[in-house]
């Protein structure tokens, strides 16, 4: 099947820091998300990103999918970006979200 | 993007007993899933919750531990059966949204969860 592997395993940062988190995959997808996973559990939604970039706010993230990654660029971290960060990604024809090991960040103040 | 209700959102059981855990969409979605997140680990697909038939379970996840009820297009759950300590998880319910077609004929869909049940068995 298809592995998924995200770098760096755990992030520590300084609040204000920047940081990029990858995400590499050995097979073609039509869906790649990334998702911040709070504190309490909740996965929230960051991108739907198949291909090409997208902006929000402090986040963005792009997707390069010919050579099969995806970045997310965290810019002037804050203590509430902690938790974890996972990619995740759909196969061509397939039904089945396969989400990566995750990046575990801590931002402190 | 659907709104995705789920209860409880923790628990703490005895082992040998059941939980069922619920999860609510305020629109109609042909496809919810279920997901297991075992401590420190990523999320597993336990299985796809179909109205109208029997759920779809992935390798490693069994109807008899596992049963999940999908009666209209809104709602679903899932019990987990007989537990033990190894069941301590969160469990999160997912629906998908059409998003665009990939090559003209396929549906992209993205994915949205509700905030889990956080499981503890003792």
């Known amino acids: 099947g298809i592995q998924v592997e995200q770098s760096p395993p755990d992030l520590i940062l300084q609040e204000g820091a920047n940081s990029t988190l990858r995400c590499n995959f050995s097979d073609s997808v039509n869906n790649l998300q990334w998702f911040h996973q709070n504190p309490w559990g909740q996965l929230i939604n960051l991108f739907y990103?198949?291909?090409g970039t997208k902006q929000n706010g402090r986040l963005s993230a792009t997707t390069v999918a010919t050579e099969r990654y995806s970045l997310l660029y965290i810019s002037s971290s804050q203590t509430t970006d902690s938790g974890v960060y996972f990619c995740a990604l759909r196969m061509d024809s397939s039904y089945k979200l396969i989400f990566g090991s995750g990046t575990r960040l801590l931002v402190r103040p | 993007s659907a709104v995705i209700s789920q209860k409880p959102s923790r628990d703490i059981c005895q082992r040998g007993t059941s939980l069922t855990i619920q999860c609510q969409v305020d629109?109609?979605?042909?496809?919810m899933f279920w997901y297991r997140q075992q401590p420190g680990q990523s999320l597993t697909l336990i299985a796809t919750?179909?109205?109208?038939?029997?759920?779809?379970?992935e390798s490693g996840f069994v109807i008899d531990k596992f049963p999940i009820s999908r009666p209209n297009l809104t709602f679903s759950t899932l019990t987990v059966s007989n537990m033990s300590p190894e069941d301590s998880s969160i469990y999160l319910c997912?629906?998908?949204?059409?998003?665009?077609?990939?090559?003209?004929?396929?549906?992209?869909?993205?994915?949205?969860f509700g905030q889990g049940t956080r499981l503890t068995v003792v």
């Open positions: 629109s109609q979605v042909t496809m």
């Open positions: 997912s629906v998908e949204e059409f998003t665009d077609y990939f090559a003209s004929v396929h549906m992209n869909t993205e994915a949205f």
């Open positions: 990103i198949p291909s």
């Open positions: 919750a179909n109205q109208g038939s029997e759920a779809t379970y």
